[in-house]
Every structure is written in structure tokens, then in C-alpha cells.
């Protein structure tokens, strides 16, 4: 169908063209181009200001050194308890072993009080020993942590770079394509171009389909 507003065809080189049509299919192209730009633009916008990878990997860091300084608040906390039970094991035994005392009962307590004492050492040594290897396992994943965040850290101001160059350029394309549209709409009647823009909001971008039939340059709507 022709479009409201449209030229009367004409004929040149063997074909007959509709001038209006070529050109809101120009228009078309445009808008579509400066669509693809603007969605391109924000992307890349949103690249520049994303420092989520390394905000993550900070926290990251900051949780395993925190869980490090509590593993050594409880490695000393348990080093010092050991230190204890190893000082009354020793009393005990210079009691049981040193011939002070002779008395039964008092020996048979005291032989109750080493067991217990070596019991309970026993449970310390298995908590300080499971807090050492985790103190190893996390220390490794901090010095880990930490290479990458320095990776990140390094490989941020090339990144924003190479960034902040594609952001200049799609702006200056959008500027260019904002410029030619400009100069190209107001060529045409105001009911073409109503038509024109209520058929692109309604047709995704695409209001125009141009196509040659039989050597007749047509122009239909989208549907």
C-alpha cells in the first residue's frame, strides 16, 4: 500500500520510484541505527561503571582475613588453655611419681586427676589442630584472593580505557545519525509522519518495507 502523503511515482532507469518511500525507508534505517547505538551506548555505560568483580572480591578478602583473625584469637585462646592443663598435669604427676604422696585414696585421686587432665589435653590438641588446618586452608584462599584483587585492580584503568574510547565513538555515531535524521525529517508531511511513527511503535522499529516487484519499487507497511 502506498503511504499517506506519498509522491507520485516516477520512472527512471526501467523502474518507477516513490520518493517518499525511499526516503522514510532512509529515515528507517536511521532510527533503527541510532536504536542499535543507544542500546549499545548503555551497555557499554554500564561496562564503565560496573566494578562489581573487584567490589566482590574485596569482600571476599576482607571475609577470609576476618575469619583468620578469629581462627587466631582461638588458636591462642587454646594454646594457652593446653599451656595450663600441660602445668597441672605436671603438678599431678610430681605428686603421683615424686613420693610425696602415699596415702591411697589421696594417690587414687590423683590418678583420677591425671586422666582427666590428660583427657581433656587429648580435646584440646584435636580443637587446635582442626583450627590450624583451617587457619592453612584459609590462608591459601586469602593469598589467593588477594593475587586476584591486584589482577583486577591492574587490569582496571586499561579496561576502563578501552571502554571510555568505545563510549566516545558510539556517541560520536549517534551524534552523526541524530544529525542526519534531524535534517532528513522535515521533509515530510506531517501525516506521514505520524503515520510513520505510530507504525514503528507498534511494529518493534520497523514501519516500512520496501520492495521491488516486477522492476516497481513498492512501499508497504510493516504487518
Known sequence: MRLPGESTPTVGNGARQMPDTRQLHRLQEMDLGIAARQAELAEVTARLADESEITDERDRLHKLESDLASLATARRTLERALGGLEEGLQRVEDRLYGGT???????????????????????????????????????????????TLQRLEAERPGLVEEVTKEQARLTAELTA?????????????????????????TKGGTAVAVVEVDGVVLAEASS
Do not use: C, W
Not at 177 to 201: C, I, M
Open 101 to 147: 604422696v602415699t596415702n591411697p585414696k589421696e594417690l587414687e585421686a590423683a590418678e583420677d586427676e591425671r586422666r582427666f587432665t590428660v583427657a581433656r589435653r587429648g580435646e584440646h590438641e584435636d580443637k587446635l589442630l582442626d583450627v590450624m588446618v583451617n587457619i592453612e586452608a584459609r590462608d591459601a584462599l586469602r593469598a589467593r584472593a588477594e593475587r
Open 177 to 201: 545519525l541524530n544529525r542526519r535524521r534531524d535534517g532528513l525529517a522535515p521533509q515530510f508531511e506531517v501525516t506521514v509522519s505520524a503515520l510513520y511513527e505510530s507504525l514503528r511503535r
